[in-house]
């Protein structure tokens, strides 16, 4: 069969390399893809949201599968759009999209749901939202423990953890005001801020029956020890030791099991890739939010663990045959990745730094090299994106395998880049707790 993976990042790279393995398929086509899709697979020069040619593509090409990877495209309702023209097609529906669309659709159907979440206010202003601060916090300085949220999409942007008042304050000017997420940020959300460490644990679902992953734990702050700026994530590992077999089945029946019956009373069935972003505090999990799609850097070290042919669990899920599936097979060990960044990046950022040492790194026992903000020129790879690669390898232990992930890391240069050192380690500190 002939696959069609949308997307041009890490995740549409690990998930085109997963595809290729399955004994069921002939050709992967990315679209756009990266150099490293390009050395792997086919590249195609279609964006991901352009859903016209996507169409025009998959039906020239007799795709027999298409993955969409990032949630733009998903939210634009290209899924839709590619069944309406009779196409296999992986990914919630437009409607169901809107679960990471919206931060304020999801916090309602959450609060609805009764699902464990942090307190919240919605504002559709940002003079309302400097209003509602001012009241609550009146002291210039004041400690305001809180999270200020664009509602839309921001590429991971668009959550700004608060201290203090000023800090609030600048947070709404920044999404309301300044439009640093442009009209991600036409309403917003304040929320109490968490305590506790961050999970992220992805499900596949037909709508009826849940298929859970491995939990991970993703590292969205830029900077070593959970400092600096939010990112689109700079690192993760799977699985992690905070959630033990007990807490998955808690997960399970108070967060997966009632989103997805709070979607079809909602008339929003979903179908795809559930992924639910946990603050695991001393009164037990709540949901920070909900994504529809894989988790990009943890699809990398998910998929690196997975045994299981990924086409027949992708397949089984648009035909609604999810329970008739054996369960999953899992690689035991356990596997790392190390985001490699851009000089400035989560903020501005240079293109077309060239990249060495890819071949090297490659070459590491036990590692893949998946690409993300990359492109050829000629023959050479270059940088041109801020998440520029996702190094992950796989290992008999956690130290193991991060041991094998920064030896590959070392491997690689280009001027200005950068990576958290400390991935995984708190899986270290769980064990030792």
């Known amino acids: ?42 590249n195609v020069p279609i964006a991901a949201t352009d859903k016209a040619a996507l169409i025009q593509f998959a039906k020239d090409e007799s795709i027999d599968l298409t993955i969409v990877g990032p949630e733009a495209p998903l939210v634009a309702g290209l899924v839709d759009d590619m069944e309406a023209e009779g196409l296999r097609v992986f990914g919630p529906s437009r409607e169901a999209a809107e679960l990471e669309g919206s931060k304020v659709f999801c916090k309602n159907l959450l609060h609805t749901a009764n699902i464990p979440t942090a307190g919240y206010q919605t504002f559709r202003s940002g003079d309302e939202a400097i209003r509602y601060i001012k009241d609550r916090y ?149 949901v920070l939010e909900f994504n529809v799609r894989f988790g990009d850097p943890e699809c990398q070290p998910l998929l690196m663990r997975l045994k299981t042919d990924l086409v027949d669990i992708l397949e089984a899920a648009i035909d609604s045959r999810l329970a008739e599936l054996e369960p999953l097979e899992w690689d035991q060990r356990p596997s790392i990745c190390v985001v490699m960044a851009s000089e400035g990046y989560p903020g501005d950022y240079e293109k077309g730094r060239e990249i060495t ?19 050829l020129v000629d023959t050479q790879v270059v940088t041109d994106g801020g998440r520029v690669l ?41 064990s030792a707790t």
Not at 2 to 16: I, K, P, S, T
Not at 141 to 161: F, Q
Not at 176 to 183: H, I
Not at 395 to 406: E, F, P, V
């Open 357 to 375: 040492g890819l071949d090297e790194a490659d070459a590491v026992d036990g590692v893949k090299v998946f690409h993300a903000g990359t492109k």
């Open 138 to 286: 009146p002291e210039p300085g004041e400690p305001a423990h809180v999270v200020v949220k664009a509602d839309g999409l921001a590429a991971g942007k668009g959550v700004i953890v608060c201290s203090t008042r000023d800090e609030a304050l600048d947070a709404i000017d920044r999404i309301a005001s300044r439009r640093e997420f442009g009209e991600a940020g036409d309403e917003l959300i304040i929320e109490e801020k968490l305590i506790g460490q961050e999970a992220s644990v992805l499900a596949i679902t037909d709508g009826e029956t849940i298929v859970t992953l491995p939990a991970a734990q993703d590292h969205k702050p830029a900077n070593d020890g959970d400092t600096g700026p939010n990112t689109g994530g700079m690192g993760a590992y799977c699985p992690t030791p905070m959630i033990d077999e007990e807490m998955m089945t808690k997960i399970e029946s108070d967060v997966l099991v009632p989103i997805v019956h709070a979607m079809k009373r909602a008339r929003r069935p979903f179908k795809g890739v559930l992924y639910a972003g946990l603050m695991m505090t001393a009164a037990g999990p709540k």
């Open 390 to 430: 996702g190094v992950t390898a796989i290992g008999d232990t956690i130290s193991g395998a991060k041991l094998q992930a920064y030896t590959a890391v070392k491997q690689i240069r280009w001027r200005g880049a950068w990576c958290r050192k400390d991935i995984s380690d708190k899986a270290l500190q769980t």
């Open 1 to 42: 069969m002939n696959v069609l993976v949308v997307g041009g990042g890490g995740r549409e790279h690990a998930l085109a390399w997963k595809i290729s393995q399955s004994p069921r398929v002939e050709k992967v086509f990315v679209a756009p893809g990266n150099a490293g899709t390009a050395r792997d697979l086919v």
